[in-house]
């Protein structure tokens, strides 16, 4: 006769403490009374039952595992032979891979012999707790599902989020992937991506580019003017009005300022050039102004001193 060891108790039963001490009793009991030899065929049995458990386990999770990457390199053959947008392919693919694995990983627990209705108990019991310690992670996915629906940008994109500016690289279920232009990779979460401001340069071609900068009272406007528009001639990636959507470059004054007057120069270009250009056009102009004779003003103040008699 082999040793029958009690099944393992489910999460949702409960015990007194005289009931956990009768079972042990019991156990105890039953220990004294089976023959050494039984005990020994029993446990060897047990032990060869776990191990060939835990080798289909393994083999699960091999083959799990080797099927959940096929099926991304699948996913994403199928969206880029469809010519999809990539960042639908991506966050799609993302939920795919995370889903597979939980399956995966539920398959392998319950190829153990461990209860799986046990923990799904236990995970119910507890999800006041999880659904409170993980209320960033569920915003960030409710977020991600907010910007796949809405696409306030794509894949690629140029655009200005939480102080970043870069290229959308990569939209997952929680977080979004920005390369900026010195080469760094910024994650931002999704949840606050999705309520903060997002300005999207690349949405709309061409762009206009404003550049704002003060010069001293006394200057000759039309010289200024003539100035600026022969600078930005020099550079071809500044559009004309033959451009459908672009307009000439423009120069104009826009506040007589506290120290000197505001003036503002337009051009277009298109969005992909918008950091580029702008530093461009402000190291030139400051170049270029002084060696007209057009000088940039300083803050001052006028104090008149009024002698007493």
């Not at 999800?127 to 960033?136: K, L, Q």
């Not at 907010?146 to 696409?151: D, G, I, T, V, Y």
């Amino acid at each position: 006769m082999l040793l029958q060891v009690p099944s393992a108790t489910s999460a949702a039963e409960t015990f007194s403490a005289d009931t956990l001490v009768a079972k042990g009793a019991h156990l105890v009991e039953t220990l004294k009374t089976t023959p050494t030899d039984e005990l020994v065929a029993s446990s060897a049995s047990a032990v060869a039952r776990f191990g060939l458990k835990i080798l289909l386990a393994v083999a699960i999770y091999i083959i799990g595992a080797w099927l959940i990457r096929k099926t991304k390199k699948l996913i994403a053959k199928g969206f880029s032979k469809r010519k999809s947008d990539p960042t639908i392919a991506s966050f799609i693919q993302s939920v795919v891979t995370v889903t597979l694995w939980v399956v995966l990983i539920l398959a392998m627990v319950g190829t153990l012999g461990i209860n799986t209705t046990s923990i799904a108990a236990l995970l119910a019991a507890g999800g006041m707790a999880i659904g409170m310690a993980m209320s960033g992670t569920v915003q960030n996915f409710a977020g991600g599902l907010m910007l796949l629906a809405f696409k306030p940008f794509k894949v690629g994109d140029y655009v200005s989020a939480q102080g970043y500016f870069g290229w959308i690289s990569e939209i997952n279920i929680v977080h979004t992937k920005l390369v900026t232009t010195d080469n760094r990779e910024i994650t931002i979460p999704n949840g606050a991506l999705s309520n903060g401001n997002i300005d999207n340069y690349s949405s709309r071609n061409p762009y206009r580019l404003s550049i704002w900068f003060n010069v001293a009272y006394g200057a000759d406007v039309d010289l200024l003017r003539d100035v600026l528009l022969e600078l930005v001639k020099q550079q071809p990636e500044i559009m004309d009005a033959r451009t459908p959507g672009a307009a000439d470059p423009r120069v104009y004054v826009g506040k007589l300022g506290d120290h000197g007057l505001e003036v503002e120069l337009r051009v277009w270009i298109k969005s992909e050039y918008y950091k580029w250009m702008q530093t461009w056009l402000n190291e030139n102009i400051y170049k270029e102004l002084p060696k007209h004779g057009i000088r940039f003003p300083f803050p001052q103040l006028d104090v008149h001193m009024k002698a007493d008699n």
